[in-house]
C-alpha cells in the first residue's frame, strides 16, 4: 500500500518543480505567521504598518516595524524545511521557490532560483518609486529609526516589499506565471492561500492540470484542489518529503 508521503513523491518527480511557500515555511525558524492565532496581525493592525497610506501617515511607525522584523530576521536561521526545499535542486532538473515571504531564508538556505512576491526586508527604495526599482540595500546609515531620505530624489525611503493595495513587481510576477505555466507540479508550504494574486498562482497551476502537493498543520483552502496533502509543519514534512523523493531515485 502506498503511503501519503510516497504518493507525494511520485507526483512530484518532475523535470520542473514549483515550490509555492508562505509564511508558515519560516514559523520553524521563529518569524510568526500573519493569520494564525499567535500571528502578526493578531497584535499589528496591517492598515497601519502594511499599506501605503499607513506610511503616509506615520512612516517612522512603519520604518521602525520593519526595522524590528528585519532584526528578528536577520537573527533567525533557515530551517530544516527551507534546507529540503534547497536540497530538492539536487534530485530534480529544475527547481523554482515562488515565495510570499520577505525574509530571504530560501536563499540562506541555499536555493538558487527564488521569485520573490511580496519583495524583501532586505532591501529599501524610494517612496515615490523615482527610480522604478529597489535602488537602496541597507547601510548602517539606513539601518536607523529614522527613514532617510532618498538619495536621488530627497523622498523618504521605505522597505522594498509589497502592502496591502499596490501590484505585485511586474518582472516578478510574469517570471512566476511563467515558471507555474512550465512546470509539471507544484509544492505548497505553509500559506493559507488567502491573500491575492498571489494565491490564484495556485488555483492557475490546478488549473493547468499540474500535480499538487500541500504541507500544512492546519486546514486551508487549497486542501480541496491538493491531490495529497501532508498534515504537518514545514520543518517536519518537508525533509520527510525529500527523503522520499531521494529513495524513489535511488531505486532507479
Ligand atoms: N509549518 C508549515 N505551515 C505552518 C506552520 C509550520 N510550522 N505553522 C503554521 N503554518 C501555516 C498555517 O496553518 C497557515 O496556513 O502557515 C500558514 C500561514 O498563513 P498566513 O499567516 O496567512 O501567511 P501567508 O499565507 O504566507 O500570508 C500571505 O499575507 O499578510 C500578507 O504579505 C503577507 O505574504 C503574506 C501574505
Known amino acids: 500500500m502506498e503511503t501519503r508521503l510516497q504518493r507525494a513523491a511520485h507526483l512530484l518527480d518532475v523535470p520542473h518543480l514549483v515550490v509555492f511557500t508562505g509564511a508558515g515555511m519560516s514559523k520553524d525558524s521563529g518569524l510568526d505567521t500573519f493569520r494564525d492565532a499567535d500571528g502578526v496581525w493578531s497584535r499589528n493592525a496591517p492598515e497601519d504598518y502594511a499599506s501605503p497610506e499607513g506610511f503616509r501617515r506615520n512612516p517612522r511607525a512603519v520604518w521602525r516595524w520593519y526595522l524590528e522584523r528585519r532584526e528578528q530576521i536577520l537573527a533567525a536561521e533557515p530551517n530544516a524545511g527551507h534546507k529540503a526545499v534547497a536540497a530538492l535542486e539536487q534530485l530534480l532538473p529544475r527547481v523554482t521557490v ?51 531620505p532618498c538619495p536621488y530624489c530627497g523622498a523618504l525611503t521605505r522597505p522594498d516589499v509589497v502592502w496591502f493595495g499596490e501590484l505585485l513587481p511586474a518582472e516578478v510576477w510574469k517570471a ?49 484542489i491538493a491531490e495529497v496533502v501532508l498534515p504537518g509543519t514545514a520543518a517536519e514534512m518537508t525533509p520527510a518529503l525529500l527523503a522520499a523523493l531521494a529513495a524513489l531515485h535511488a531505486a532507479d
Open 98 to 148: 515562488i515565495t510570499q515571504n520577505i525574509d530571504g531564508l530560501h536563499q540562506r538556505a541555499g536555493s538558487r532560483r527564488v521569485l520573490e512576491l511580496h519583495g524583501s526586508v532586505h532591501r529599501y527604495k524610494c517612496s515615490k518609486n523615482c527610480r522604478g526599482v529597489s535602488t537602496l540595500t541597507p547601510t548602517p546609515e539606513l539601518d536607523q529609526t529614522e527613514p532617510l
Open 176 to 224: 512566476a506565471v511563467r515558471e507555474i505555466l512550465a512546470c509539471e507540479a507544484v509544492l505548497v508550504i505553509g500559506t493559507s492561500g488567502q491573500v491575492e494574486p498571489a494565491a490564484s498562482l495556485v488555483w492557475y497551476a490546478r488549473g493547468r492540470g499540474k500535480s499538487l502537493v500541500e504541507i500544512n498543520p492546519a486546514p486551508t483552502l487549497i486542501n480541496d
